[in-house]
């Protein structure tokens, strides 16, 4: 069967926003591969989570709030255990009422991040940080809709992969500090992908929890969300919580480009948005100096070698050899060797 590129967390706009998680990065790369990659998510509410978990209210006077959001990221992978990225991300909003429809897009942030590749038996292990800057800085009591949180952020957190023959499952926790008072939340991630073909397709849920407490008081947020968002909230949520499901299909057009689709819905919250959201990516990945990543791999056991293939930048693609390996040179066939023992009794008949 073809090898597949993989993992489509489609399009994450995830990192100090208004979303669950951050984007998926590669479980392994080659020195000197470089990826570039854009996401995107259309998200639209007409509701917010409100105190009781899974409990929601209509916006007053059937309001509604949109936002589309794209992340546009390069990345460069300086050595076989480190790569490094940054980008820009774009938004525009739209707050509509019953008396005027209040539009506002801006350059939203920019980010850098790195991703350190550890090798397990079991599971490959990828600690994650990321810090943001606002481009365009949240105000209180702000009349124009807020096209992110508007506020610096620093994330860090790890992604365990577990791959199969023809499945993969990927888990996340990490922390996110906000800026400006907004409380720090917990992110985690359970997700499961298939592939056939020259497709794959998998879902899975992800959120996060408020772990400390907002500086500011609720007044204070919800002010702000009714003059600036017509009351959702999607952004500068007063000590939120969230939990989402999402499902994805990718199509893999050649061995450097790939395009994705997906869909996600909100399940239960607490003080934040409720809704569903589009996304779709489009990604390209250089494969990068396979030798190096071949030489730093032979000193492993076997089980322990990563698959020998181009690094795939984020936010949602990895290796194929992820789901697939018996055409890896490095992991050896059975039958195909004899082990000392033998190879000396062959001599001596």
């Given amino acids: ?107 939203t942030d920019f980010f850098v991040g790195a991703n350190f590749q550890l090798v397990r038996r079991w599971w490959r292990v990828v600690p994650d940080f990321e810090m943001s800057l606002p481009l365009d800085a949240a105000k209180r009591f702000q009349t124009v809709p807020l096209t992110s949180e508007g506020v610096w952020s620093t994330r860090a957190g790890v992604f365990l992969f577990k791959p199969f023959k023809h499945l993969r499952f990927e888990s996340y926790l990490g ?68 939990l989402e499901a999402r499902g994805w299909l990718g199509f893999r057009a050649d061995k450097a480009f790939t395009v994705r689709l997906g869909y996600a819905k909100t399940l239960n919250g607490v003080r934040t948005a409720e809704g569903s959201s589009i996304l779709l990516s489009v990604a390209y990945n250089s494969p990068g100096d396979k030798s190096k990543g071949r030489a730093i791999r032979e000193g492993l056991p076997v089980d322990r070698r990563g698959p020998e293939d181009s690094f795939q930048a984020e936010p949602e693609t990895t290796d194929p050899e992820l789901f697939d390996q018996k055409n890896d040179p490095l992991v050896p066939k059975k039958n195909e060797s004899l082990d000392d023992t033998e190879k000396i009794l062959e001599k001596r008949n």
């Fill in 1 to 107: 069967m073809k090898r597949i590129l993989t993992f489509c967390l489609f399009a994450f706009c995830f990192s100090a926003r208004g979303a669950t998680i951050p984007e998926s990065p590669p479980s392994s790369w080659n020195p000197g591969s470089f990826g570039f990659s854009s996401t995107t998510e259309y998200f639209t509410s007409t509701a917010n989570y409100d105190t009781v978990r899974g409990s929601f209210n209509r916006l007053p006077s059937g309001n509604s709030f949109t936002t589309f959001e794209t992340r546009a990221k390069a990345r460069y992978a300086f050595a076989h255990a480190v790569s490094a990225y940054g980008g820009l991300g774009f938004a525009q909003s739209k707050a509509s009422d019953t008396s005027v429809d209040k539009t506002n897009s801006n350059v």
């Fill in 175 to 242: 922390f996110l500090y906000l800026g400006e008072g907004l409380s720090k939340r917990f992110l985690y991630s359970l997700l499961a992908e298939s592939a056939f073909g020259g497709f794959t397709f998998g879902g899975g849920i992800s959120g996060y929890e408020s772990v400390l407490a907002d500086e500011k008081t609720e007044n204070e947020r919800t002010g702000t969300q009714a003059l600036a968002d017509a009351g959702s909230g999607r952004y500068w949520a007063y000590n939120p919580a969230l």
